[in-house]
């Protein structure tokens, strides 16, 4: 028995990546094992914890529940892509860290791409809206105190830079 | 001088990684390796108890991909102990029936979830796959759920245990039944703690890749004990030490689970490894995270209690029974934590308190965060509060008659302690505590309150719950120091990280301690190449076993530093100083010398190999009348050092809630939470106080939403994230009110005391207390006595107090 492969070409963070992989192949695992991208982590496989989340055309998705296959054709944006065009942290990044809203981290890809759209999508959240930002994801070590302190600081760090949220993945 | 780094909300420096996607965690490993890379998966009993019959893996040969399926009859051809149970880690001479699984169960399976056959294939799909193809044929026994059960004895988990009993352990201070005959007053209380789990964020995993031009082995694996796995995989595969290498990268947490080991797979993966020539990797699922790895919690207590007018108690008889799963690799560490540290911060005279740890055909029982204190402060705790019930006093002034006082310290509890050591409390300031912990919630005022609101027909109550924490265990840590010739520090201690940013603090301390830039250094934990020397993190310990241990061999690397100073600055050591890495005699900053420096003349060479290290060439320095290295020296400018505590060190602390209940859904809402906590001198506030916040959000799970949904037949109902009800932030409370407290430790020379766990130790007392509270308004009589409880058991507590 030997499996079908497709062919599937990936957009990920500006690079497009050619890859053989068999129908069934989660993207989460594509763009783990077959590109190398592990900066995207796994921690149920069936879309409840949101630390897989990436942005689709620059909206957040639980990449544990998309095929490699059906990710052709759409813009992908993982941690690895946050960064500001010179390599430093973005706001939703400088902001983790300056409010230590991360431990083990192994949450914390999900939380920034989730935050990045959030920020785009409403730069100036309230109190409450920071923390609904955030209620789909879950973490284990913090608390969310940290995270939810993140939010509102790298909305400040948005509006200080004076400049919109990257509009990481957008499509043009 | 440079401003001390102890004390200071440094930012963390492993932060810059992580938040790049660039932290490298178990699974991320082995991946540049491409195609040569292996997966494991692994068959696991759909049975909580049954006996295998036949396996049959006929299916799984001829499929493509397929490396290796191995059931237990494989395992004594690949490495003879392999056939043997698994370590039974901490033997105690009262665990007179300690079991082990086997690395691949051997005729009899004892919970849903056990491992039966391990498959390494091209990917972790094509493993599967072959998982599902294996046909075993079982001949089901009559399982074993809960606590009543175990306790009822009408089937046994193992033939050969009666009554299903592990162990059975009693320690006695002075004449507690005595002292409760005697008493004015007597209680008694009957309380239930159900399962939960620590279920980090990253599950297990291992890989192995063996070298066979070194003929050497590594491993890496998300493990809290690093040497440990080592030394069980040395073993079991018959290698030397010294061909094993053992590497925790990234961990993504911990809190406890990952503490016990081998884990069938922690020895099977380096086995495939080995006997494939090409790398492997496990990666536990989160469904196999819940069925095959560890719970904790669940306990039946029973208490007698007898005290004076004031509410002090003259006697406390515990009786409790421990569910420890199917097997004891962790011995009775749980249960002996609960049976001591519910004692907590109180002197209760005469004690007794006697506990069985009981088999049942469920996933097997090991610390999670808290590691049996949660239970134990939940049955102290209730019974304070039953106790202020009774006489109708204030639940704090019960509490505080009952206090440890501080000029009592040392205070001998007169029991022995999970180390095997005196539970000997070494410092603390109860009173104190308590008078913060009831500023910050509003305590006295708190009456007020209520009345208000039961006037506009609201709910609220209150709850106080006190803890103390034995942290920092034994039995050692080490810690090396290496300044290199850049002037850059290289620090490595064996115990391995799991998010508590190990690498910040231990920096904070190096810097601290050398005079050097805290950028410059760097930490490493958890590598038996960098540490071989080590026992693990648990119970708290890090920062106390690790943070001595480091602060210790930085001290004598600077001693080193120092002296070799001297003599090329022509100066005594003790009039020098290390500033920002430079060492300069005090008062004349002239005469200086940089440590990369020093750390080049520290090293006689023969040979140099750039600008620097020539002036420490043969021609250069040295007196020719003397060898040049000393006779008590070493080449390198390097410390190593280990501490070793006596005892462990006594952390506290105190909880206070306030919560909302609704007359009509029984929805219970946290309206305030706040923490008083002392842990000593604090190395990095801001880090401290991150544990509390993850501490609180797990006691919230625990209190309120997690347990462990076992059927009568052993399976568990909800294992996913769907059904096993993990606090979002919607769950937690919107801000915690923190205040510490610094009762320095006089047992380590920087006075610290472990932080890691305290968060989560008070919980479900102090939740049942504010929800008893708020309930009374209405119904006197009721009293919460299980915990977790959901709406729906509260609702049903208000329809039997009607
Ligand atoms: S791994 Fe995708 S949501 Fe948990
Ligand atoms: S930081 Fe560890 S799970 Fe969120």
Redesign the interface.
């Known amino acids: 028995?030997?499996?079908e492969l497709h062919d599937v070409r990936l957009s990920v963070n500006g690079t497009m990546y050619e890859i053989q992989v068999?129908a069934?192949?989660l993207l989460s695992?594509a763009l783990?094992?077959d590109l190398?991208?592990?900066?995207?982590?796994?921690?149920?496989?069936?879309g409840?914890?949101g630390?897989c989340t990436i942005l689709v055309d620059g909206e957040p998705m639980r990449s544990c529940l998309m095929f490699a296959v059906s990710a052709v054709d759409h813009e992908l944006t993982?941690?690895?892509g946050?960064?500001n065009e010179d390599g430093s942290?973005s706001p939703v990044?400088q902001a983790?860290?300056?409010c230590?809203g991360?431990?083990?981290?192994?949450?914390?890809?999900g939380f920034?791409t989730t935050i990045t759209a959030g920020l785009r999508d409403n730069p100036t959240p309230t109190?409450e809206e920071a923390?609904d930002m955030?209620?789909?994801?879950?973490?284990?070590?913090?608390?969310?105190?940290?995270?939810?302190k993140a939010v509102e600081r790298a909305a400040v760090l948005v509006d200080l830079a004076e400049a919109p949220a990257p509009e990481a993945g957008r499509r043009p | 001088m440079t401003t001390k780094l102890m004390g200071q909300k440094v930012q963390r420096v492993e932060d810059q990684r992580f938040l790049r996607g660039q932290g490298r965690y178990v699974d991320d490993v082995g991946i540049a390796g491409g195609a040569r890379l292996l997966h494991a998966a692994v068959l696991r009993s759909p049975h909580a108890h049954a006996r295998i019959l036949d396996i049959d893996v006929e299916a799984v040969l001829d499929l493509e991909g397929v490396h290796a399926v191995w059931t237990y009859d494989d395992l004594a051809d690949l490495a003879a102990p392999m056939a043997e149970p698994l370590p039974l880690l901490i033997p105690h001479p009262a665990l007179t029936h300690g079991r082990t699984q086997y690395a691949l169960a051997k005729d009899e399976v004892n919970y849903a979830g056990e491992a039966i056959a391990f498959v390494v294939a091209d990917d972790r799909y094509v493993a599967e796959d072959a998982i599902g193809r294996i046909r075993v044929s079982y001949e089901t026994l009559p399982p074993v759920v809960g606590i009543d059960a175990a306790r009822e004895a009408r089937s046994l988990v193992h033939e050969d245990v009666p009554g299903n009993i592990g162990a059975r352990l009693e320690q006695n201070v002075g004449d507690a039944p005595a002292a409760i005959k005697a008493a004015p007053h007597t209680l008694s209380l009957d309380l239930t703690v159900e399962r939960s789990a620590c279920t980090p964020l990253e599950g297990r995993g291992t890989v192995a890749r063996w070298e066979p031009d070194l003929n050497r082995l590594q491993v890496w694996t998300s493990t809290q004990s690093s040497t440990g796995v080592r030394a069980a995989v040395a073993v079991k595969l018959g290698l030397d030490l010294g061909q094993v290498d053992v590497i925790t990268p990234d961990v993504g947490g911990g809190f406890g689970v990952k503490i016990n080991h081998p884990w069938p797979e922690e020895l099977l993966v380096p086995l495939a490894a080995r006997a494939l020539g090409r790398p492997v990797k496990f990666t536990e699922d989160r469904r196999e995270h819940f069925i095959s790895s560890a719970h904790e919690r669940g306990q039946v207590q029973h208490i007698e209690v007898g005290f004076d007018d004031d509410g002090r108690l003259l006697g406390l008889d515990v009786e409790f029974w421990h569910d420890h799963g199917a097997y004891t690799p962790y011995g009775l560490i749980v249960p002996i934590i609960t049976s001591t540290q519910l004692l907590g911060p109180y002197k209760p005279h005469n004690y007794r308190v006697v506990f069985e740890s009981l088999y049942t055909n469920t996933v097997m029982v090991t610390p999670y965060r808290g590691a049996g204190r949660p239970q134990g402060c939940y049955a102290m705790e209730r019974t304070m509060d039953a106790i202020a019930t009774y006489l109708g006093k204030d639940r704090a002034d019960v509490r505080a008659v009952n206090f440890i006082q501080p000029d009592e310290f040392p205070f001998d509890q007169g029991l022995i302690f999970q180390d095997g050591r005196e539970l000997e409390y070494d410092s603390g300031d109860y009173p104190a505590s308590l008078e913060k912990i009831k500023a910050l919630v509003g305590w006295d005022e708190f009456p007020a309150f209520q009345a208000e609101m039961a006037a506009q027909g609201r709910r609220v109550g209150i709850g106080l719950a006190c803890y103390v924490e034995g942290t920092g265990v034994g039995p050692y840590e080490g810690a090396h120091v290496h300044i290199e010739t850049s002037g850059k520090v290289k620090v490595a201690t064996g115990l391995t990280t799991q998010g508590q940013g190990h690498a910040t603090v231990f920096a904070q301390l190096v810097a601290d301690e050398l005079g050097v830039k805290f950028e410059d250094v760097e930490v490493v934990t958890g590598d038996t190449r960098r540490m071989p020397y080590a026992v693990g993190t648990f119970a708290s310990r890090a920062a106390v076993m690790s943070g001595s241990a480091i602060h210790l061999a930085a001290k004598r690397a600077k001693e080193k530093a120092l002296k070799i100073a001297a003599d090329a600055l022509e100066a005594a050591p003790e009039d020098l100083e290390i500033v920002d890495g430079v060492v300069s005699v005090k008062g004349s900053p002239g005469a200086s010398i940089d440590l990369g420096t020093v750390s080049v003349l520290s090293n006689p060479l023969r040979y140099a190999f750039d600008e620097a290290s020539k002036a420490a060439t043969q021609f250069s320095v040295g007196d020719p009348g003397k060898p040049p290295v000393a006779e008590d020296d070493e080449p390198g400018l390097e410390g190593r050092d280990f501490y070793s505590p006596e005892r462990a060190t006594f952390a506290s602390g105190m909880h206070a809630v306030i919560v909302e209940t609704d007359p009509e859904t029984a929805e219970i809402k946290i309206l305030k939470y706040a923490v008083v906590h002392d842990c000593g001198h604090l190395i990095n506030p801001m880090i401290v106080e991150g544990q509390i916040h993850g501490g609180v959000a797990q006691g919230v799970g625990g209190a309120l939403y997690e347990r462990m949904a076992y059927d009568e037949s052993g399976q568990l109902l909800n294992a996913s994230f769907m059904d096993f009800l993990m606090p979002y932030v919607t769950e937690v409370p919107d801000g915690i009110d923190i205040d510490h407290l610094e009762t320095p430790s006089p047992l380590n020379p920087l006075g610290i005391k472990g932080a890691g766990e305290a968060g989560v130790i008070p919980s479900a007392a102090v939740f049942a207390a504010a929800i008893e509270d708020a309930e009374r308004v209405d119904r006197p009589a009721l009293a919460i006595t299980a915990m977790p409880i959901s709406p729906s058991e509260l609702y049903t507590l208000r329809q039997e107090h009607p």
Do not use: K, W
């Not at chain 1, 190398?36 to 069936?46: D, F, K, Q, Y």
């Not at chain 1, 991360?102 to 890809?109: E, H, I, M, S």
């Not at chain 1, 955030?134 to 105190?145: P, S």
């Open positions: 028995m030997t499996e068999p069934r192949r695992d783990r094992h190398g991208l592990t900066g995207t982590h796994v921690g149920c496989e069936h409840v914890c630390a993982t941690v690895e946050l960064t942290l990044q983790f860290s300056e230590h991360l431990q083990c981290g192994f949450c914390t890809p920034l109190h923390r955030i209620a789909g994801n879950l973490c284990r070590c913090t608390g969310y105190q940290n995270i939810v």
